[in-house]
């Protein structure tokens, strides 16, 4: 007889895969949510294009389950030129049109129109701005969570960071949106305690 005890806050734990590994619950949904946990979820950028990629994939998640984005991202890439901020900073409204009648993308003008923007007052940060704009973000002794219930859906970090992009002209990243940006990237633990992938970021799992 199993006599286990279990809790309400289990569900929410790292869960057991059929390949023998741990993940965050919400990974195995499908192929395409098992692919951005394992592969790009909290792995820090290696230039400056992957961190303004980070920031266009957040805006476009904004309100929407973590499943929907990553089932389209390939479709998301091509449509959105490799969110290559030089090419997207070139769009005119009559681009936007195009995308707002592309069923590979996340059809909301708003944040299309703020994608961008965004690419354009984003036009010059390098890698090394980047990482200043987040350096003292990471803590000092970071750990895991051990539940996704103890994941925050903000945090003084992403205050701080979405008020830095402000300063820098970009639009449509709160707090919320920009502590995101710090988990999608690592700088803070974006994986439970348990998941094989805890630790993998630059904040580490403590």
């Known amino acids: 007889m199993d006599t286990t005890e279990t809790t309400p806050g289990d569900a929410f734990r790292a869960v057991l895969c059929g390949d023998g590994l741990r993940r965050c ?11 951005e946990h394992d592969h790009r979820w909290g792995d820090p950028p290696r230039d400056a294009a992957g961190w303004f990629e980070a920031l266009c994939l957040e805006i476009l ?13 390939e479709g998301l890439a091509q449509a959105l030129r490799g969110f290559d901020p030089v090419a997207l ?10 995308l707002m009648l592309d069923p590979r993308v996340i059809r909301n003008r708003v944040k299309l129109e703020a994608l961008v923007h965004d690419a ?13 704009l987040v350096a003292d973000l990471r803590p000092e002794h970071p750990a895991a969570p051990r539940t996704a219930l103890e994941l925050p859906a903000r945090s003084a970090a992403g205050g701080t960071l979405a008020g830095r ?7 449509f990243v709160g707090p919320t949106t920009a502590h995101q940006v710090l988990l999608r990237t690592g700088v803070l633990p974006g994986h439970l305690a348990g998941c094989f992938r805890a630790g993998t970021g630059s904040a580490g799992s403590g």
């Open 61 to 73: 998640q904004a309100g929407l389950a973590r499943g929907a984005l990553a089932r389209r991202r």
């Open 120 to 132: 354009r007052a984003c036009a010059g940060l390098g890698a090394e701005q980047w990482e200043q």
């Open 89 to 98: 900073a070139a769009l005119t409204e009559d681009d936007v049109d195009d």
């Open 25 to 35: 619950p919400w990974a195995p949904a499908d192929p395409g949510t098992l692919a």
């Open 165 to 171: 992009l402000r300063q820098r002209g970009v639009v």
